[in-house]
């Protein structure tokens, strides 16, 4: 469920169409939050495949591995268990960091040349939108709200499942549903672990495209499979008995995320002459949640490919 959430997911869908970095964010965002489940429920070599992963994993978005390595960290320490297996498992991090980071260097002839790029490249993409940068209110609020409906677009399909889990039951929980996680780390703290940092990241420095946010998205579409699972069983309580409508939970959770992909957004028009900073704020909200909603969908896809075709046919 939570693959098929993932594929059909509008911010998904259109970064496969339209890029081939932004997809490789998802990929490593899921290998190394699996080695990690794999090492906190107490195989140790895992902890170690999830370093070089995540070393490696930083040539496709350096941020990555700084916004991913406290999942590691609280993920290796439950099977490696000592400071030195932990420092080997952070060198084999740096190891396979080293595998892009010494071409760059190359590249740009010397480190320091490497780190002004970096650096510079993070100012002058975040001084228009990041409190931390120097940007005023309303750059920051244009990224804050784009930031929250893309990763709405990865529950909006599921949401309503969720919201069965507040209707009484009559059924005990199963198994499943009553798992702590892995050795004594609880589901949520995992969760946590794994999209908090990066949301954190989001929220004060930096987003401003859809396949930004392919980082967190596999992770809400992993909740969101739990929760169509959890609520149809919540529903067949009302419903003749050993009928678990899973399939149908699920058929509806495609279906609207297919719709928000297909669906035709207009932006609105931006109403300037509006007073008070509260209703500014909605407004702002208004105009540039239906920005980030057209700029998901296959309406962004189709420009780009129409662009694409003029700058050709122009050369």
């Known amino acids: 469920a939570a693959a098929l959430l993932l594929a059909l997911n509008p911010v998904f869908w259109r970064s496969t169409i339209t890029s081939p970095l932004r997809p490789y964010l998802a990929?490593?965002?899921?290998?190394?939050?699996y080695l990690c489940h794999r090492a906190a429920a107490g195989e140790a070599r895992f902890a170690y495949y999830a370093a070089l992963a995540l070393g490696l994993g930083g040539g496709w978005r350096p941020a990555l591995m700084v916004l991913l390595l406290p999942l590691w960290l609280f993920c290796a320490w439950p099977s490696l268990r000592s400071l030195r297996r932990v420092t080997l498992g952070l060198l084999l991090a740096a190891l396979g960091a080293l595998t892009w980071i010494i071409p760059l260097v190359i590249f740009t002839s010397g480190p320091d040349n490497l780190w002004t790029l970096f650096t510079r490249y993070l100012r002058e993409q975040s001084e228009g939108s990041?409190?931390?940068?120097?940007?005023?209110?309303?750059?920051?609020?244009?990224?804050?709200?784009?930031?929250?409906?893309?990763?709405?677009?990865?529950?909006?399909?599921?949401?309503?499942a969720a919201l069965l889990l507040l209707a009484p039951g009559r059924q005990t929980p199963s198994p499943a549903a009553q798992a702590r996680g892995v050795s004594?780390?609880?589901?949520?703290?995992?969760?946590?672990?794994?999209?908090?940092?990066?949301?954190?990241?989001?929220?004060?420095?930096?987003?401003?495209?859809?396949?930004?946010?392919?980082?967190?998205?596999?992770?809400?579409?992993l909740v969101g499979g739990a929760s169509l699972e959890r609520g149809a069983r919540r529903a067949a309580d009302w419903l003749p008995r050993g009928y678990v409508p899973r399939g149908a939970f699920l058929a509806v959770a495609l279906a609207i995320n297919?719709?928000?992909?297909?669906?035709?957004?207009?932006?609105?028009?931006?109403?300037?002459?509006?007073?008070?900073?509260?209703?500014?704020?909605?407004?702002?909200?208004?105009?540039?949640?239906?920005?980030?909603?057209?700029?998901?969908?296959?309406?962004?896809?189709?420009e780009k490919s129409q662009r694409t075709a003029e700058r050709i046919a122009f050369l």
């Open 27 to 33: 990929v490593l965002s899921v290998l190394v939050a």
């Open 130 to 160: 990041s409190l931390l940068f120097g940007s005023g209110f309303w750059g920051w609020w244009k990224m804050f709200t784009q930031a929250f409906v893309w990763h709405a677009l990865a529950a909006i399909g599921w949401c309503w």
């Open 184 to 221: 004594g780390l609880p589901n949520g703290i995992f969760l946590l672990l794994w999209m908090g940092p990066v949301v954190a990241f989001f929220i004060a420095v930096h987003v401003a495209s859809p396949g930004h946010t392919l980082s967190v998205i596999p992770a809400l579409c």
């Open 258 to 302: 297919v719709w928000f992909f297909t669906y035709p957004f207009r932006i609105p028009h931006e109403r300037t002459h509006i007073r008070g900073t509260l209703p500014q704020v909605r407004e702002q909200f208004r105009f540039w949640g239906a920005f980030a909603l057209r700029d998901s969908s296959y309406q962004s896809v189709r």
